[in-house]
């Protein structure tokens, strides 16, 4: 079997909002779960317990997202502001 080679250049990583957008998949997340609790014995009598802790999991993996790209976000920062500072121009 022949090894695969890319035949064209990988896009650059598309970059947005992202502190913003992990912030709001996470409260989604959080309230999904809230939305749910009042009605964990009709979850319960069907065994779809799962789906109430699956929102509960969301919102704490959003937790550690939000650490993490807020993290990535000011090492971003200080990168850019240390090679503005050397007169690099950002390359």
């Known amino acids: 079997m022949a090894k695969w080679t890319p035949r064209h250049e990988a ?3 598309l970059e947005g ?8 998949g996470t409260v989604l997340w959080f309230v999904l779960f809230l939305v749910q609790v ?3 014995g009709w979850f319960d009598d069907r065994d779809l317990t ?12 959003g937790l550690i997202g939000i650490w ?21 121009g950002g390359h």
């Open 11 to 13: 896009p650059e990583p």
């Open 17 to 24: 909002p992202v502190v913003p957008t992990i912030i709001g």
């Open 38 to 40: 009042p009605f964990y």
């Open 50 to 61: 799962w789906w109430v802790w699956t929102c509960l999991a969301g919102a704490g993996l």
């Open 68 to 88: 993490y790209v807020r993290g990535r976000d000011a090492a971003i920062k200080r990168d850019a502001a240390r090679r503005a500072a050397e007169g690099d």
